[in-house]
């Protein structure tokens, strides 16, 4: 067993990645109080799609009661996860409500009118003896538990846990890295509940045959390093290493951090699993503990709320589906500084219109920021190719060439030039001098670049569609024309007779007409004329060799007909 | 209550054009004061009258172009070219010629290409260039340095010298003006003279000219606050003046009488203002890391085969300019290698 505290002299060897930002944290104004437990709210919105995947489908139905940790909608297909009732109540609607989303649009949410009494339903058995159970039995009781990933992209965490027979996972790696400033949710749950992260990594371990685990966290929470050493120390976790790495963002980015813990690249396009490695959140790994060792499925969550916008910032431990404005009334309400409302962090959160909206599975920070916090860029002035933008991004793109397509809506130059590994971290539209919103640039492009895929895609299918159907319409015809031949093969064998009969009294015109010609040239030449070749034909004539030749066409037989088309069923 | 909807990053933006333009002419300020020490009057005079006619020239073509007037002339960049064009220009240079060169260089070279961040060469080196080739007697009519000017104008005398063409009685052009040591050095290397024997003339210092040395030295100051500010990054001016440097030292060491020892290349002309304040302009120059280091050796060597070889005894501004028609193509066979692709992540 190996444990680093900070104290010690770093045995793990560390990497860096390129770019990159050192911004001030402003973590400490969210870490000075516990972790407190949010009021019960009287109404929960429930969104059935919070997480990436197919939405949830509801299986209660309005008027009907349910019971805290019951599930009330199920996951569909293999990338999804089923939402569960994180408090006792009655479902009052399934409609659309505005959801925490970038679009802003509306989307299927279950509500719950709470009864108060927050009555549990009946939780499956807890799975104490998981390092003897099977890695299946683990994995569907994750899944069944609705985990996704909580440090904010919301992946279904089984999904991750299980990327196919062939990739064999050496290394799980923990990300406690919380690399954006005012965030501090994964913090406190470190300092404050770390057995719960170290007992989710021993599960984690078990479910993937990892031979080692390494926790990255950023060296700006001491406390939250120290508390996760101790807690491993006391839950004795073999293989594993806490990590502390450079407060560098983004150093939580998923690549990033492996690189820094492993020195290796995930090749582009591709998952961790590719290289044997999976990475998962502390607080995915809080909610496999609950859900293994507890059987309580994902209900709640830590949220930070903060910012000079809200009176007292704090961390609150929220049930998902929760309004954001009770939990803002909780905080004491806005401050009048209150600016700009953002979910997530101030580099990749999105903005809110207003705080109607529920908390989600993802939710890990709400921002109240005031004017100073989230200042207004300014208006955008031309890119004067100062490479700043370059030098800040950690995955080495050149912003100021992607910028420069998207503007021209040249997608595919942008695609040569990578859009796809830009990981929308913000680090170049923060350091611009000419103040261009380069990440929404990169947003638009990738979407339209999708919906480009997605037309093609359309195009393609009704190409191929079209192509089945015209080689259909060939073979019909084609048959078709077969038996047309077969007929006409039978209709010639009669009218070959004829033609016969037909030759024969043409063969009989012409000896006559040789002969009545040679009678003629003979007097010709008496009269010293010289006859021509074939001009002296009658139109009688003309017309039966015409004729003849019309009926000997079709009887020629079938190398007159077009070739048939091959039969392309099988390519 | 309804927030705006905007889109990520929030946070606060540590860099600004304006502010960038702004650290380049304070940058600009030691360098300017050494030269109107050593060189008269004539150099703020013809700042001045650059800066004027930058912001005018940019005001009127804004007009035309129907775009708006304010943000355009708050980010600098004309006052920008302006100082550096009227660095580059001797002192007595009449102030018709500082108004051609400085509104070509705004209205030709940067407004008719789209404005900042669209022109492809140097405002204020293509500004030079064109006054060089067409007039090129008033464009190498320097005046020597203070301590061996014998007749140093007033401001007075120098106001009517640029606006005038006048000089004060007893005096002519021929008396008052002098070539650029480098200017000098080439010509007498051409009539084969020693270059022991040239440096003898009361002209020189340690590196370059008298004078002229010190102007260099307080660019390079100004040059070292860019770079630990991060305006610029170092691989320009390094790569220029290190090139530059081993080129001109190995020719020195092949034959030390014909050519000059490589700190005279280093602290003459414009060399250091050339490195840290022309080459660097971010918008004509290359943008990868590797095509900076290509461009930044390019530009040296291509000064030094001017300097030596060719028409000019100065090359800094034609050097730019051809390496300003490469740099796209630089770039684009420069690219980073992205992360997740190539050789790293699979061992
Ligand atoms: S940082 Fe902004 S101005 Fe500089 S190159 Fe990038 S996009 Fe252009
Ligand atoms: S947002 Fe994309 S392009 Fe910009 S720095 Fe991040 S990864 Fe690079």
Redesign the interface.
């Known amino acids: 067993m190996m444990y680093h505290p900070p104290s010690n002299k770093p045995v793990h060897r560390l990497f860096k ?2 770019g990159g930002l050192h ?1 001030p944290d402003n973590k400490a104004q969210s870490t000075g109080t516990p972790i407190r437990k949010a009021r019960l709210p009287a109404q929960l919105i429930l969104p059935l799609q919070q997480h990436i995947g197919s939405a949830a489908q509801p299986i209660v139905s309005p008027g009907e009661r349910v019971l805290k940790g019951q599930p009330i909608a199920l996951g569909q297909g293999r990338i999804s996860a089923p939402v569960h009732a994180p408090t006792s109540g009655t479902v009052t609607a399934i409609d659309a409500y505005p959801v925490p989303h970038p679009s ?1 649009l509306p989307a299927a949410c279950i509500v719950i009118e709470a009864d108060g009494e927050d009555q549990w339903a009946e939780l499956p058995p807890p799975i104490n003896d998981f390092e003897k159970r099977e890695p299946e039995l683990l994995l569907q009781r994750v899944q069944g538990a609705g985990v996704v990933g909580m440090g904010g992209a919301a992946f279904p965490t089984r999904v991750k846990l299980d990327p196919g027979p062939r990739r064999r996972i050496r290394t799980l790696v923990i990300n406690g890295a919380e690399c954006e ?1 005012f965030i501090t949710c994964d913090d406190m749950l470190m300092r404050e509940q770390p057995e719960r992260v170290v007992d989710g990594v021993a599960i984690l371990m078990r479910i993937l045959g990892a031979e080692e685990c390494l926790i990255g966290i950023e060296d700006n929470k001491p406390e939250a390093i120290a508390a996760m050493t101790r807690a491993a120390e006391t839950r004795k976790l073999a293989a594993t290493t806490i990590i502390a790495i450079p407060t560098h963002y983004p150093s939580g980015g998923e ?1 990033q951090l492996i ?1 820094v813990l492993t020195g ?7 998952i961790p699993a590719s ?1 044997g490695m999976v990475c998962q959140n502390v607080a995915t790994a809080a909610a496999v503990a609950d859900a293994v060792l507890r059987g309580i499925p994902l209900i709640s969550r830590i949220v930070t709320l903060t910012g000079e916008g809200v009176a007292l910032p704090c961390n609150l431990e929220v049930l998902i589906g929760t309004p954001l404005k009770d939990l803002v009334e909780q905080v004491g309400g806005y401050t009048g500084k ?5 979910l ?1 962090g ?9 705080d109607q909206i529920p908390l989600t599975k993802a939710s890990n920070c709400f ?1 109240a ?1 005031s004017s ?8 955008a ?8 933008c ?2 800040a991004c ?5 912003p ?2 992607m910028y420069w397509y998207a503007r021209a809506h040249d997608l595919e130059k942008t695609q040569e ?2 859009l796809f ?1 830009c990981i ?1 971290c ?1 680090c170049c ?7 261009i ?1 380069l ?2 640039y990169f ?1 638009f492009a990738k979407s339209e670049s999708w919906d480009q895929e997605r037309e093609r895609k359309k195009a393609e299918l009704a190409r191929l569609r079209h192509q089945a159907r015209a080689e259909r319409l060939a073979r019909l015809e084609a048959e078709k024309q077969e038996r047309l031949r077969i007929k006409k093969e039978a209709l010639s064998r009669k009218s070959k007779a004829d033609a016969g009969a037909a030759r024969d009294s043409k063969q009989a015109a012409i000896l006559a007409a040789a002969k009545r010609a040679a009678e003629k040239k003979a007097k010709l030449a008496q009269q010293g004329v010289v006859p021509g070749n074939t001009e002296h034909l009658t139109p009688d004539q003309r017309r039966q060799i015409n004729l003849a030749d019309a009926r000997r066409k079709p009887a020629s037989g079938p190398d007159d007909q077009p070739p048939r088309p091959h039969d392309v069923q099988d390519h | 209550m309804r927030f705006p909807l905007i889109s990520s990053p929030h946070s606060e933006r540590p860099n600004s054009v304006t502010q960038t333009m702004l650290w380049v002419i304070l940058t600009l300020v030691p360098g300017s004061l050494a030269m109107t020490w050593y060189f008269g009057w004539g150099i703020p005079i013809h700042i001045a009258l650059a800066t004027l006619t930058a912001i005018a020239s940019e005001g009127v073509v804004l007009k035309l172009r129907g775009r708006r007037m304010a943000p355009a002339l708050n980010d600098l960049s004309a006052v920008v070219t302006a100082l550096l064009f009227a660095l580059a220009i001797p002192p007595l240079l009449p102030w018709w010629l500082t108004v051609l060169g400085t509104a070509f260089a705004i209205i030709v070279v940067k407004q008719l290409y789209g404005g900042i961040g669209y022109n492809p060469f140097n405002p204020a080196m293509a500004g030079y260039v064109l006054l060089l080739v067409s007039y090129p007697v008033e464009m190498t009519a320097w005046l020597p340095p203070e301590m061996l000017n014998h007749n140093p104008l007033d401001l007075e005398q120098t106001l009517a010298a640029i606006f005038g063409s006048t000089l004060p009685a007893g005096l002519s052009w021929d008396a008052i003006t002098m070539a650029t040591p480098l200017d000098q050095m080439r010509t007498q290397l051409d009539l084969n003279i020693m270059i022991s024997e040239i440096r003898q003339s009361p002209l020189w210092g340690d590196f370059g000219g008298q004078g002229w040395e010190w102007v260099g030295n307080w660019f390079l100051l100004g040059g070292l606050v860019l770079l630990f500010k991060r305006i610029i990054s170092w691989h320009i001016p390094l790569s220029m003046l290190g090139a530059l440097l081993v080129f001109s030292m190995l020719f020195h060491f092949l034959d030390q009488e014909a050519y000059p020892f490589g700190l005279f290349h280093i602290f003459s002309g414009g060399t250091l203002l050339g490195a840290f304040f022309i080459a660097t302009d971010p918008v004509t120059a290359c943008t990868t890391k590797k095509g900076q280091l290509l461009f930044g050796a390019s530009i040296g060597i291509i000064t030094y085969v001017i300097r030596t070889w060719g028409g000019y005894p100065d090359a800094v501004a034609f050097a730019v300019l051809l390496m300003n028609m490469a740099a796209p193509t630089i770039d684009y066979y420069t690219q980073p290698r992205v992360f997740g692709h190539g050789e790293r992540g699979n061992d």
Not at chain 1, 346 to 354: C, I, K, N, R, V
Not at chain 1, 381 to 388: A, E, N
Not at chain 1, 429 to 435: E, F, I, K, N, T
């Open positions: 990645f390129p911004l802003g400033p690549k690189r290796h690249d995930v090749p582009s396009g591709d290289i209150a600016a700009r409302l953002i997530g101030p580099m990749m959160g999105f903005t809110l219109a207003s921002l920021a100073k916090e989230a200042p207004d860029p300014g208006i002035t031309p890119c004067i190719r100062c490479g700043k370059a030098d950690p995955v080495s793109l050149l100021q060439q030039y990578h590994d929308e913000g539209s923060h350091v611009c001098p000419a103040r919103p990440v929404q947003r």
